[in-house]
Each structure stands twice: as structure tokens, then as C-alpha cells.
């Protein structure tokens, strides 16, 4: 049974808010993984603030879940404990002495060139459904959002005249993406065709909406993604990311500066930018390969 988030979880979570604008779903990560370690303390009697580097431990030991989820969870109870620390609700950090499980540098899933295509082509667009996940694809593709941040746009943030649109990403930073005449093509004939029908007598502001007349949600087009790839026959393993994996991979096939991949991303930092290169060397490594006549 789930206990109530104590008094300093909630004024953590909310000094995370305020000081450094995480997301919601980066907020709501932390809640959960600091939630569980307090339920499971809260069965041996010990609060969240006073537990010890040897509860922390068993914990960690007795979950079954990969060693990117345990990372994860130790970041959060760090920063925890850090800030019980400074708010001199603690003495110590029970994290202190606690080593981070090793983690390998995994290459994002991607599609080929040839696959996108596929992608981007199964909707039906002779429907107001299909024109909608068409340009929503094709924007997707185009830009290199975030699923979240694609099912978050407003009418508001696409400028056709400049042909861009205006991001609002992780921690509110406000980033803006050209978005291409191809994808604009699709936008168009949706905001045209399609989203008036969706919606009917209704309004909203959002950008791409549901038949119910509401906004697109992350879950629910990430089903359509899925079913979109059945149709075109892609038995890759896909994520929410593999468009934005692949748009990276593309552009960097094709020449493209990586500080520009990393602006057009969103990234605050370069070397979470520089996987890309991994992928991008292979693929130079396979062409060469097979085009080189000593390859």
C-alpha cells in the first residue's frame, strides 16, 4: 500500500519546480522512484529522512529492474539527501559512499532512410485521421521533436511565413526548429482539410487534435506510431525517440555540423549530442566498405 509523499519529499520535489523548471515527467521520475524507497522503508519502520546507506542498499539489491533504472533512482535519492543535507535536516549523506551501477553507452534505435519513407507514407491521408498522423509524422521526422513536445504545440507556435517552429523544451527553453517545405506540405493540408472536421463546432487551441475534439495525447500517438510501422512492415524495435533518432542520424549522414544537431535537438549539452556520432561512424564504415575497392 502506497503511503503519502512525506512533508520534505513534497517540498523537494517542489524546490526542483521552482529552481530549476524540470519537466513534469522528470519530476513525476523522481516521485516515483523516491515514493517507492519511502514504501518500502515505511514496512521496516524507518522514515524516508533517516534512512541509512545500508537501507539504500538493500533496497537496490532486492529490485529487479536494469542497471539505467537503478542509476536512475540513485540520482535521485542523491539529490534527495543533498538537500535534506542543506536544508539541515540531515547530518549526512547516506548516498555518499554509494557507487553508481556501470552503465554501457547504448546506440539509440534508428531507422534507415528507406524505412522512414515507409513510415511516413502508411497513413491513409485519404482520411482526416491518416492526413493528421501524416503531418504529424512528417513533422516529427522534419524537426526532431520530442514526442511530448509534438503533441504539446499550439496553433500558436508554428510560423509558416518563416517556416519554423517554436519549441518549448525541457526546463521551458524555447528553441526554434525549421520545420521544411515537406512537412509544412502535410501541416497545411491537415490544418486545411482534416483538424476542422476533427473538431467540428468545437475549438481548441492545440495544433493536432483528436476526433473528440481534444489534444493529441504522448500515449495515445505513440500507439498510432506503432501501428503505422505494422503497416509499413518495420519490425525494428521502435521507442517514442526513433524518429528523433533517426532525424539526428540523417542529418549527421549527411554532412550536418554536430552543435547544429545539437540546437536543432535541443540538448543542453554537446556530449549527449556526440552518440550520434557512433551511429553515424558505422554507417560511413559500411558504405566505405562496400564501395571502397580495397574495403
Not at 504539446?152 to 517552429?165: A, D, H, K, M, Y
Request: hydrophobic share 40%.
Amino acid at each position: 500500500m502506497a503511503h503519502e509523499p512525506c512533508p520534505e519529499l513534497a517540498r523537494f520535489l517542489d524546490a526542483l519546480w521552482l529552481e530549476h523548471g524540470l519537466s513534469d515527467n522528470t519530476l513525476a521520475a523522481y516521485r516515483r522512484d523516491l515514493q517507492g524507497l519511502q514504501d518500502w522503508l515505511a514496512k521496516r519502520d524507518v522514515a524516508l529522512v533517516a534512512a541509512r546507506r545500508e537501507h539504500l542498499l538493500a533496497y537496490m539489491g532486492q529490485r529487479r529492474v536494469s542497471s539505467r533504472s537503478l542509476a536512475r533512482f540513485l540520482s535521485s535519492a542523491r539529490r534527495f539527501y543533498r538537500y535534506l543535507l542543506r536544508q539541515g535536516l540531515r547530518q549526512d549523506d547516506p548516498t555518499r559512499l554509494i557507487d553508481s551501477p556501470r552503465l554501457g553507452r547504448p546506440l539509440p534505435a534508428s531507422l534507415g532512410e528507406s524505412q522512414v519513407e515507409a513510415l511516413l507514407a502508411a497513413p491513409d491521408v485519404t482520411t482526416e485521421r491518416g492526413l493528421r498522423d501524416r503531418a504529424m509524422l512528417e513533422l516529427l521526422y522534419a524537426t526532431g521533436l520530442r514526442v511530448s513536445e509534438l503533441t504539446g504545440l499550439r496553433l500558436e507556435q508554428i510560423n509558416p511565413r518563416q517556416g519554423v517552429v517554436r519549441v518549448l523544451g525541457k526546463g521551458d527553453k524555447e528553441r526554434l526548429v525549421p520545420m521544411g517545405d515537406e512537412a509544412w506540405h502535410w501541416l497545411e493540408c491537415y490544418l486545411r482539410q482534416a483538424r476542422p472536421v476533427l473538431l467540428g463546432a468545437r475549438r481548441c487551441d492545440d495544433l493536432f487534435v483528436t476526433a473528440r475534439g481534444k489534444a493529441m495525447t504522448r500515449q495515445a500517438f505513440w500507439q498510432l506510431i506503432k501501428r503505422h510501422a505494422r503497416n509499413a512492415g518495420i519490425e525494428t524495435g521502435l521507442s517514442p525517440h526513433t524518429l528523433r533518432h533517426a532525424f539526428a542520424t540523417h542529418l549527421l549522414n549527411h554532412g550536418a555540423d554536430l552543435r547544429v544537431v545539437q540546437l536543432l535537438l535541443g540538448h543542453s549539452d554537446l556530449s549527449t549530442t556526440q552518440i550520434y556520432t557512433h551511429v553515424a561512424r558505422e554507417r560511413l564504415k559500411a558504405l566505405h566498405a562496400r564501395h571502397h575497392p580495397r574495403g
